[in-house]
């Protein structure tokens, strides 16, 4: 089974600098996708950034981009020039595409996520 | 559009009673998603629907727990009797279809306490 860890619980990061949260992940397959979901307090979850395993090109959206380490199996996300709209929690997620290939679901297994504060 | 609709927003029980939770899809979503968040924890899938069927339920707790999607669009979870640690909140997710390239779009959440 698939696992994915994220060592940081808390991280804070002063507005218009950079953060970088961290995300490891265990899976056996090579055929997967990676998802770094924002959590703001008692909203709901949006996706921030997806990365395909394939691809080796690091995924960038906006202020938000990821760097991914296939052979190490690293997700990190990092977030630049920081908005006070940027605290919430962020939960770094894996979907396997094997999986789904096998007939099964294709379920988002998450980390426990890290708690982003920006500071004025 | 609309988001995921989710009600009630919160609930308080007593152990073993029942709860029942309802979720309402973004409009032409096929695939429909239940999942647990423990706090100090991400959420976890208990049940996927494609329409109307299930796709996965093999984390849903057979013995208290079901869920239904009757027409294939709203959905229905259900908690009976209710024990201690199914204190979370329950997310519903909706995707347009199947498919790893499909975003999961998630609704508020239901957060439930059992006393």
């Known amino acids: 089974a698939q696992t994915v860890t994220q060592s940081q619980p808390e991280m804070s990061v002063q507005e218009a600098e950079t953060v970088t949260l961290s995300c490891t992940y265990d899976t056996s397959e090579s055929d997967y996708y990676l998802f770094w979901y924002k959590q703001p307090p008692s909203r709901q979850m949006i996706l921030v950034i997806r990365q395909e395993a394939y691809k080796q090109q690091n995924a960038t959206e906006n202020r938000f981009s990821v760097n991914f380490q296939k052979a190490a199996k690293s997700f990190s996300l990092k977030i630049s020039d920081s908005q006070l709209g940027d605290a919430a929690m962020y939960f770094c997620?894996?979907?396997?595409?094997?999986?789904?290939?096998?007939?099964?679901?294709?379920?988002?297994?998450f980390g426990k996520g890290t708690k982003l504060t920006v500071n004025p | 559009e609309a988001g995921v609709a989710q009600s009630p927003r919160y609930k308080i029980i007593e152990k073993r009673q029942s709860v029942a939770f309802w979720c309402n899809p973004i409009?032409?979503?096929?695939?429909l998603y239940w999942y647990q968040q423990i706090l100090g924890q991400g959420p976890k899938l208990l049940i996927q629907?494609?329409?109307?069927?299930?796709?996965?339920d093999s984390q849903l707790p057979k013995d208290r727990f079901s869920a239904e999607r009757l027409k294939g669009v709203d959905s229905t979870l259900k908690i009976q009797p209710a024990k201690l640690e199914d204190s979370a909140v329950y997310l519903c997710a909706s995707s347009l279809n199947r498919g790893t390239q499909e975003t999961q779009y998630f609704g508020p959440g239901t957060r439930l306490l059992v006393l």
């Open positions: 997620a894996y979907r396997s595409a094997f999986r789904y290939r096998q007939g099964g679901s294709e379920k988002l297994v």
């Open positions: 409009s032409g979503h096929a695939t």
């Open positions: 629907f494609q329409n109307n069927g299930v796709v996965d």
